[in-house]
DNA sequence: CTTGACAACTTAACAACGTTAAGGAGACTC
DNA sequence: GAGTCTCCTTAACGTTGTTAAGTTGTCAAG
């Protein structure tokens, strides 16, 4: 009742509001009564909506990298696990790849594990330069592959009612092929996430490595 | 002054504005103001806000397809003229990406050279679930990068004042490889975007064509 | 002409939002 | 025991998206 209430416990707070209300519902007003108090109050911790925001990025990529352990050796791998994490957090919350993306983070805990990702891509052949690109590229592609999946709505093969893919179809008929890349993008977003990954990382191997 | 409101002009009209205020300045008032009119009228023609943002993203994906003309014949040409096009578009707006990226379409217009270009693929070799998915994977790099690139601010290789790269280099004077990474991220968004499509497109023809 | 209907707006108002100003309770210091 | 600092409350402000109800213009039917 009397707890006290710091920067991290107001973060983690809204996290897991953020998960019941998703992105619009998450008011101020609403994450102060989780923590029994006034909207205001909030005001003390953070300076603006914008810096909870921020907070929030930064302890999912906290979490993220305290998952993180003993690094792969083989630079693929390194990058695969990386993003395959990176995916896995931004799932774990409703919208978590809008709020993710485009915030910029209130400390410096991402430095250290981007640093050593970064030096298993030079150890491997890459120059610093293409290292940093090949980090780059791999996550461009994973957050705006999570924020068309987390706009689609849930993944139609795990149960959810996501789209109605047959309604689609039929509004298509004239376009096969357009018809078919729906039902590969709507269905088993794992199985498609992992298939584009494989293509990135092989296409880094091929243009960015050593260069 | 007395000139007809439609839908088209609405949505052609905010494209505007937004880029003079930016998607938190995109208000409902504000359009209507624009357009000579009280906010309420919107509700004639939109169902509510999130309909009018569907609308300006179909005017997008509709301006872009009209820039499209005669398609490449090589696979490779094609997704980068694709994707080429698909970045400039989106950077015409301010916080173009976020509206664009996870609204649906309020109409067809996208079916007709979304099937063209698989048919490109499938062409030279995709299956037509392969070529989907090298398709949507491109996608998901271009958006990806083009959030980031937008939510970082201005190029500062273009004259901008971006981000002070001298202060970030100071921080993380113990991380020199991720101090190297941030030069690499921070300049020259045009070429970074090459390298990272390049490398996409090559993975592709790696991994996903034939399969 | 008048009537009536429909389309396209206006005026007025609502609840909810982010945010600020001012003040109060409780603990710690000198 | 007075003063200061931290952390919160109460009250309020201006804006936002949105709804309800009424007004104007247009046009066809009788």
């Known amino acids: 009742m009397a707890k006290k209430i710091d920067r991290a ?6 996290l897991r509001l953020l998960n019941e209300v998703g992105l619009e519902g998450l008011t101020l007003r609403a994450i102060a009564k989780e923590l029994d108090v006034k909207a205001p109050a909030l005001y003390w911790h953070f300076k ?21 352990g003993e690094l792969p050796a ?31 983070f209130t400390d410096m805990s991402y430095a250290d ?8 891509l030079t150890g491997d052949g890459f120059t610093p330069a293409g290292a940093a690109r ?10 705006g592959y999570v924020i068309e999946e987390q706009a689609m709505g849930p993944d139609p093969v795990k149960g959810g009612e996501g789209y109605d893919l047959a309604a689609r179809a039929e509004r298509l008929a004239a376009y096969p092929l357009a018809v078919a890349a729906g039902e590969e993008m709507f269905r088993d977003h794992d199985r498609g996430f992992e298939e584009g990954l494989a293509a990135v990382i092989a296409g880094i191997g091929v243009t960015l490595r050593g260069s």
Chains 1, 2 share one sequence.
């Open 74 to 104: 083989r630079w693929q791998d390194a990058i695969a696990t990386a993003m395959r994490g990176l995916r896995a957090h931004l799932l774990r919350y409703r919208d978590g790849a809008k709020v993710y993306s485009g915030t910029h």
């Open 113 to 120: 594990p981007m640093e050593r990702h970064l030096r298993t």
């Open 134 to 143: 090949a980090w780059f590229t791999a996550s461009s592609y994973t957050i």
């Open 9 to 14: 416990l107001v973060a983690d707070t809204a």
């Open 48 to 68: 603006d909506k914008k810096a909870l925001l921020d907070e929030m990025a930064t302890v999912m990529l906290r979490r993220m990298n305290a998952d993180l």
